[in-house]
């Protein structure tokens, strides 16, 4: 992941501690350890502006504003990860129009990042009926226009445009604010949805006593760091998950293992163990998320720890995909396992269905829509 911003910061309260240096947008895998460090200087605490920034590098050069103020650790994270899904129309926007506003609060910033996108920036005259296409797409809301397109005049639309006076040198191009207001889609506390990171559930999060005036859901990315997930509550105002109300947005779980739990009935239970589950199917690929389906439809799993359990055991499941019967599974066993020594001559002497049909009594294995599965090391009766 490349770093958007790298931010010298300080604790004005203890000057003693001296400056740490930290990228962001934080890697997942290094998010408790860098919460920790800052701690370690009490920084990086959930909420407050606690962090005095000595210095920003950052290829978005307005950042340099935020010199000499006061940050939230994880505002200055997605503030990152905001800026790290723009296109390069967005980036010059988003510059052009901070530099325009002269913006040197965070919130703020976080606040353009929402609405940038309606400001229009050039920086090559050359081509007025580009220019003109693009202004009016820009004043749609960037909406579907193609058909308007055909009866625009955009050279006209560029000169009325440029004509109008109201457009602004910065360094970034000369930029058309179109009408744009800064919007307060940010409050200061809690951020609002942005799924960054490829995640498998996204879950929104509210008190349980319901959410006070002025105050938004909060939203948590699993598998998330333990650090993330604490200070997520925090900013929703609570301080357990079992205070808090949490309800399922996304997730991208194997399809059976969703079916089997209650996620959202889970998610407020045992987020913690939702969490860790999450974490083990991540890195799982496609063969081995279909292998899980048919064990969770086997060993019937009732809570996250035991579907976590299944996912770290794999290799004690045979599974077959596809096949529905006895004498698929044996024709299977005596083609493609490699337990027998084929004849391809004697294919009409090999009795596949009792084949199959004894293996799968030895294995005290099952069908399911998914195919055959059976654990390796059952018991014998």
Request: aromatic content about 10%; some cysteine.
């Amino acid at each position: 992941m490349s770093h958007v911003i790298k931010a010298v910061l300080h604790n004005p309260s203890h000057l003693e501690y001296g400056q740490i240096t930290i990228p962001f947008p934080i890697p997942l895998d290094e998010y408790d350890q860098t919460i920790e460090m800052l701690q370690a200087i009490e920084l990086g605490f959930s909420v407050n502006r606690d962090s005095m920034v000595d210095d920003v590098e950052s290829p978005y050069k307005p950042l340099a504003l935020l010199k000499n103020t006061m940050v939230n650790v994880d505002q200055l994270d997605y503030l990152a990860k905001r800026l790290a899904g723009f296109c390069a129309e967005e980036t010059s926007q988003f510059q052009a129009m901070a530099y325009h506003l002269n913006l040197c609060d965070i919130k703020a910033l976080i606040n353009l990042t929402f609405c940038c996108q309606k400001a229009m920036v050039i920086t090559d005259f050359s081509d007025l009926e580009k220019i003109g296409h693009s202004h009016y797409i820009h004043l749609c809301g960037g909406s579907d226009v193609t058909e308007d397109l055909e009866y625009l005049d955009g050279e006209e639309t560029a000169y009325l445009l440029i004509g109008s006076g109201s457009g602004v040198i910065t360094p970034f191009g000369v930029v058309y604010d179109n009408g744009m207001t800064l919007e307060q889609v940010y409050n200061g506390r809690q951020f609002p949805s942005y799924p960054y990171d490829s995640r498998l559930m996204v879950l929104e999060v509210t008190p349980k006593r319901g959410l006070p005036e002025e105050k938004n859901p909060e939203y948590l990315y699993l598998p998330a760091p333990e650090n993330q997930i604490e200070r997520t509550l925090v900013r929703v105002g609570v301080t357990s998950p079992h205070e808090a109300q949490v309800r399922l947005v996304f997730d991208e779980l194997p399809e059976e293992l969703a079916e089997a739990l209650d996620l959202e009935q889970l998610a407020e239970g045992d987020l913690p163990g939702l969490n860790r589950l999450c974490r083990t199917i991540e890195p799982m690929n496609d063969s081995d998320t279909e292998k899980l389906n048919a064990a969770v439809l086997m060993a019937l799993p009732q809570d996250a720890d035991e579907v976590r359990l299944l996912a770290e055991n794999l290799e004690q499941f045979t599974f077959v995909t596809g096949i529905q019967s006895p004498k698929e599974y044996g024709e299977y066993l005596v083609k493609e396992s490699s337990e027998f020594c084929y004849d391809e001559k004697l294919d009409g002497l090999y009795d596949y269905p009792q084949c199959g049909l004894q293996r799968l009594e030895e294995e005290k294995g099952q069908f399911s829509s998914l195919g055959y599965i059976a654990y390796r090391y059952a018991p014998a009766d």
